[in-house]
């Protein structure tokens, strides 16, 4: 069973290829300001995962719980998919690339297990305000990208499936408020 801290560093780089997906498409689309604010805030997100889970990380080493054993299982084979993705997406991330593809792209990294680890390791490691937090931010832009994908995407089922993962993590943020 892996220890916390490796479950925590695991899922911050991942956090950060993410990071630098989107950035990696700011710059692509930086000609409308509208396209670049988006992929931009895409970004921020990740960058504001990334620093919950560095918080958590401090204030866990503070109280010497870093090298316990996780509290969430983290296969191998799951890091494994998600760097996989996460470097082909990069790979493909060229400029030339098509608006429409780069929101499929994003869609396919939004709808990995990559935020629902994010969500279950702050919530398992007792940090409610910051899983609340993260998933109203994930809840915000994905509807930003459901936005995105029905005015430049000729894909229903793309929006489809957008509408779906944000109906979802809603849902469970429904539920989180609730308690």
Same mark, same amino acid.
């Given at each position: ?39 931009? +805030? ?6 504001? $995962?990334?620093? @919950? ?8 080493? =503070? ?17 494994? %998919? ?7 997406? =990069?790979?493909?991330?060229?400029? +030339? *690339? ?6 499929? *792209? @994003? ?18 490691? =007792? ?12 809840? $915000?832009?994905? +509807? ?9 995407? @000729? ?5 489809? %499936? ?5 109906? %979802? $993590?809603?849902?469970?943020?429904? $539920?989180?408020?609730?308690?």
């Amino acid at each position: 069973m892996p220890t916390t801290r490796e479950v925590l560093d695991a899922t911050i780089a991942l956090e950060k290829q993410s990071m630098a997906l989107y950035a990696r498409f700011a710059k692509i689309f930086a000609r409308e300001p509208a396209l670049q604010d988006f992929w931009f +805030g895409m970004a921020r997100d990740e960058a504001r $995962h990334v620093g @919950a889970l560095d918080l958590v990380t401090t204030v866990l080493d =503070q109280e010497e719980m870093l090298d316990k054993p996780s509290p969430i299982s983290l296969e191998d084979a799951t890091i494994v %998919r998600l760097r996989a993705l996460l470097e082909k997406s =990069q790979s493909d991330a060229t400029p +030339g *690339i098509r608006l429409d593809r780069a929101l499929e *792209i @994003a869609l396919e990294v939004e709808e990995t297990e990559l935020e629902d680890l994010v969500s279950d390791l702050l919530k398992a490691l =007792q940090a409610p305000d910051e899983y609340e937090r993260c998933l109203r931010l994930l809840v $915000h832009d994905l +509807g930003e990208l459901s936005y995105m994908i029905e005015r430049h995407s @000729a894909n229903p089922a793309l929006l489809s %499936r957008c509408d779906a993962l944000v109906n %979802r $993590h809603a849902e469970t943020l429904r $539920h989180t408020s609730i308690r």
